[in-house]
């Protein structure tokens, strides 16, 4: 091998790991930055002090406002994690097993390929008092006054939803798509009944899917922003938007920086879950 080659050969791989890692160094960078500011506070004139400490932190864990909106924050996304899943798993299922699963699959990722702002101001379309629901209710006679689903817990619920949607749905597909139907006859040819043999065999094997699904849509909801101040009205409070608003409106940078850490904390603590309950079902294995 000559010099070039030599040096050729270490000198891709080299790149390549460099090219790899440049984002999670960026995200480094700036996450130091942050958890740097988190440990300030503001100063008379605008600034940061020089002094750190962990006031910022407790203020964040001791004022029920913060507990408040953390707490409804969890409360939203494990609510639209669970009926994503629940709604997901028959549409990943019909993907996999049916012959236009190509089609269905299409029409799922649709959706994604439209601004979530614009998916956002769709909704409110729909769900506003003067929207299609509620024209279709008074029309028909069934209520004589519009619903109040917007501005709402409920409508930033279904909006997210909606936008979490293919990323529960995807990773149950692949899943599903990885399982030997051999296994799946030959629980049939046991004895077993479809449900049966679907909760013994399809269920299980699809367990990573769910997971990862799952893990997906969790994080998506908890980080989410633009579904809650659009469709929340400003009356559905999330961690996001206490950010923004500590970040934008009242120029506390250090308050915002400690809610981003323990934010970035919160989807790290759920990243380990997901690598614990893998491990119990033998995704590593």
């Known amino acids: ?17 460099v090219v790899s890692s440049a984002p999670f160094l960026l995200f480094l960078a700036a996450f130091s930055i942050v958890a740097r500011y988190s440990l300030s506070s503001p100063d008379s004139v605008g600034g940061l002090n020089v002094e750190m400490g962990l006031e910022n932190y407790q203020r964040v864990f001791s004022d029920a406002y913060y507990l408040k909106i953390f707490g409804n924050t969890i409360k939203i996304s494990l609510l639209v994690t669970g009926l994503a899943l629940v709604l997901g798993y028959p549409v990943a299922y019909a993907i996999a097993t049916s012959r236009i699963g190509d089609v269905l699959l299409f029409l799922v990722v649709l959706p994604m390929l439209a601004d979530i702002l614009v998916r956002a101001y769709g909704w409110i379309v729909i769900l506003a ?8 209710l ?24 909606h936008e979490v949607m293919p990323f ?21 040819l046991l004895y077993a009944n479809e449900w049966r043999a679907f909760l ?17 849509t969790l994080a998506m909801c908890i980080s ?9 009205g400003g009356t559905v409070q999330m961690v996001s938007m206490a950010i923004a608003e500590q970040m934008t409106v009242t120029l506390n940078w250090p308050l915002g920086s400690a809610l981003v850490i323990v934010l970035v904390a ?14 119990r079902v ?4």
């Open 1 to 17: 091998m000559s010099l070039r080659q030599t040096i050729g050969s270490h000198l891709w791989p080299t790149l390549l790991a």
């Open 129 to 136: 008092s003067g929207g299609v629901i509620n024209s279709v």
């Open 138 to 161: 008074v029309g028909s006679g069934l209520t004589t006054t519009p619903l109040r689903m917007f501005p709402s817990e409920f409508a930033v619920s279904v909006a997210l939803l």
């Open 168 to 188: 529960a749905i995807l990773p149950i597909v692949a899943s599903l798509r990885q399982i030997n139907p051999n296994l799946r006859e030959a629980a049939l």
């Open 200 to 216: 013994a065999v399809t269920l299980p094997l699809s367990m990573p899917g769910i997971l990862s699904g799952s893990l997906l």
């Open 224 to 232: 989410t922003f633009a579904v809650p101040l659009l469709l929340g």
């Open 266 to 279: 919160l989807v790290l603590a759920l990243t380990y879950a997901y690598s614990v309950a893998t491990r």
């Open 282 to 285: 033998g995704v590593d294995k």
